[in-house]
């Protein structure tokens, strides 16, 4: 199981835009902390989504606490 600090929870959760939610993005990929998943969309390439509890997902997940703490 995942454990995300809540610097990391405070920093990287959604913000609210007009009422609406907005994922932040760290590097490149869009950060749901809800489906725990990092994903990638880009016009012409496939849809790209990592796992917070895989190998890449773990090194996004301590780079981002990196860059906060």
Known sequence: MIHICEL???????????GVRRLQVFEGYTIDLRLKQFRKAERGEELEFIEFDSKEGHEL???????VS
């Open 8 to 18: 990391c929870q405070t920093v990287y959760g959604p913000e609210e835009v007009n």
């Open 61 to 67: 997940l301590q780079k981002m606490h990196a860059a």
